[in-house]
Nanobody, 124 residues
Framework: QVQLVESGGGLVQAGGSLRLSCAAS????????MAWFRQAPGKERELVAA????????YYADSVKGRFTISRDNAKNTVYLQMNSLKPEDTAVYYC?????????????????WGQGTQVTVSS
């Protein structure tokens, strides 16, 4: 059974930091592009960051560029999202997603597997 399990969400003040983790099991991790999406109340799910199997050419949404860093440890089957200088508009449920043998896509429908999500709340 394929599982993606996110952790590390929580409540932080504006300007603070959080590190999200996504542990994958039941798949060959190195065959998948890994991505982080987020969905705020009343808004569509949006791509935040993505990283191909080799770890090269990371993608970042303009809204998080310079503040967030995506990384992966293929030996641990884990992808991370380091979030610094958090803003209230970063408040959302953050989801981990996996796409088989293809590069990043901004379309959520193109990903094969999803985690359950973890809540990130940034207070002002």
């Amino acid at each position: 059974q394929v599982q993606l399990v996110e952790s590390g969400g929580g409540l932080v003040q504006a300007g603070g930091s959080l590190r999200l983790s996504c542990a994958a099991s039941g798949l060959t991790f190195g065959y998948y592009t890994m991505a982080w999406f987020r969905q705020a109340p009343g808004k569509e799910r949006e791509l935040v960051a993505a990283l191909i199997w080799s770890g090269g050419s990371p993608y970042y949404a303009d809204s998080v560029k310079g503040r967030f860093t995506i990384s992966r440890d293929n030996a641990k089957n884990t992808v991370y999202l380091q979030m610094n200088s958090l803003k209230p508009e970063d408040t959302a449920v953050y989801y981990c997603a996996a796409r088989y043998r293809m590069g990043p896509s901004s379309s959520a429908s193109q990903y094969n597997y999803w985690g359950q999500g973890t809540q990130v709340t940034v207070s002002s």
